[in-house]
C-alpha cells in the first residue's frame, strides 16, 4: 500500500468516526472524541502502574483482603470527593471548570469549560464517580508497592469521611431540636 492508499482509508475511517458521532448524538453535544482520549490515557496510565509493579517484582496477591477492599472503597470516595467537589480544591479545577455556585458543606458546584479537550477534562475534574475509577487504580497501585504508606494514607482518608459524616449528622440533629 502506497501513501494515497493510505491517505484514502485515513480519511474514510474519519468520515465513518464523524457520522457514528452525529447519530450517536441524537443533536446533543456529546465529545465522544474526548471520551475515547480519555480511555486511553486511562489505559496508560494503568499499563503504566503494572509495569512498574512487575518490574520491581512485587507480588500480587490472588485476591485482594476484605479489609483492604473496604478501606480502599471508603478513601476512594473520599479523595475523590476532595479532588473533584471541595472548595479548598478549586484552584486545581479551575482551569478547566466555571464556578456555579455552592452544592453542600464545603463542596462546589462547577461546569465543565466546553472548549475542545477541555470539555472531557472538566467533565472528569468535576464528576467524584469519574475521578474515582483514577483514585482507586492509584490507590491499588500503592498498596501493591508501597503498602505501609498507602494504607496509612488510606486510614487518614477513611477517618476523615468518618469525621465528615459525623459532622452532617450532628448538624442533622442540631436542626432537627431546634426546628431550623
Known amino acids: 500500500m502506497g501513501p494515497a492508499s493510505d491517505g ?6 474519519k468520515r465513518r468516526l464523524r457520522r457514528v458521532e452525529r447519530t ?12 475515547a482520549a480519555a480511555m486511553t490515557a486511562f489505559g496508560v496510565y494503568t499499563a503504566g502502574w503494572a509495569t512498574v509493579v512487575k518490574v ?8 485482594p483482603a476484605p479489609w483492604d477492599v473496604a478501606l480502599t472503597a471508603v478513601a476512594t470516595f473520599r479523595l475523590s470527593r476532595l479532588l473533584s467537589k471541595a472548595s479548598v480544591t478549586s484552584p ?6 466555571t464556578f456555579q455556585g455552592s452544592q453542600g458543606p464545603a463542596e462546589l458546584h462547577e461546569e465543565a469549560r466546553s472548549e475542545g479537550a477541555k470539555n472531557t ?22 498498596q501493591l ?21 459525623l459532622q452532617l449528622t450532628y448538624s442533622a440533629l442540631v436542626a432537627k431540636s431546634t426546628g431550623e
Not at 443533536?27 to 474526548?34: A, C, I, M
Open 24 to 35: 450517536y448524538s441524537a443533536g446533543e453535544d456529546r465529545p465522544l472524541r474526548g471520551y
Open 56 to 63: 520491581r517484582g512485587r507480588p500480587v496477591p490472588d485476591r
Open 145 to 165: 508497592l508501597w503498602p505501609r504508606a498507602t494504607r496509612t494514607a488510606m486510614g487518614a482518608l477513611t477517618a476523615l469521611a468518618g469525621a465528615d459524616a
Open 92 to 97: 486545581l479545577r479551575a482551569p478547566l471548570t
Open 8 to 13: 484514502r482509508i485515513a480519511e474514510r475511517l
Open 121 to 142: 477534562a472538566g467533565e472528569l475534574v468535576t464528576c467524584p464517580f469519574c475521578m474515582s475509577v483514577w483514585v482507586a487504580s492509584t490507590l491499588t497501585a500503592g
